[in-house]
């Protein structure tokens, strides 16, 4: 099996994670850390906000089941790309709506998605295309967190609302 791989940032990378182990074609979703100066940076460095560093998701997928342009269509569903360093009360930029792409291919598509969706928003999208340089794994409490952690307020006040609307977008693409 191809597998393609996809680095993104939406905010909270607990909210992401959630949304991308969802669909089918995802083999592996892991959260942590890109964009930044800091070596092997931890949860707390990022929180300061000094690293450079966006939280992320690094996505592992079977390009046969699900392209990085469908995993670009869920991207711009799942998160808010016209607010700058902030998804909802998180705020920082480490919360940056962030594209890594790993080749030119990638920044072409990232590109050209970003472009098509533009017109479905009343502001303009403020997400960064970058190229991806390093990507660094979160601690191991912050894998699969939403599973792990239903019940924990931020996941029902925040991501179990970005896994509806999911649900209502993309129905047809989800795990059984």
């Known amino acids: 099996m191809a597998t393609g791989v996809a680095v993104l940032g939406g905010g909270c ?7 991308y182990r969802a669909l089918r074609g995802v083999t592996e979703v892991t959260s942590g850390y890109a964009g930044g100066r800091t070596r092997n940076p931890t949860y ?6 000094v690293t450079g560093h966006a939280e992320v998701v690094r996505i592992g997928h079977d390009p046969d089941v699900i392209s990085f342009a469908d995993i670009l269509d869920v991207f711009w569903v799942v998160h808010d790309p016209t ?9 920082g930029t480490q919360y940056r ?6 080749d030119e291919e990638q920044r072409e598509q990232a ?12 502001v303009p999208i403020v ?6 340089e390093t990507f660094w794994p979160a ?8 599973r792990r952690q239903p019940g924990q ?24």
Request: some cysteine; hydrophobic content about 40%.
């Open 44 to 49: 707390e460095q990022i929180c300061s906000g």
């Open 83 to 91: 607010t700058l360093n902030r998804q909802g009360a998180d705020v």
């Open 111 to 122: 590109a050209q998605s970003m472009e098509a969706v533009a017109a479905c928003f009343d």
């Open 13 to 19: 990378f607990w909210c992401l994670d959630a949304a």
């Open 153 to 176: 307020p931020y996941c029902q006040v925040v991501i179990s609302p970005k896994l509806s609307k999911l649900r209502q977008s993309f129905a047809g693409r989800l795990k059984g």
């Open 97 to 102: 709506s962030v594209i890594f792409w790993a």
């Open 127 to 132: 997400t960064e295309l970058a190229p991806l």
């Open 139 to 146: 601690e191991d409490y912050h894998q699969d967190y939403y």
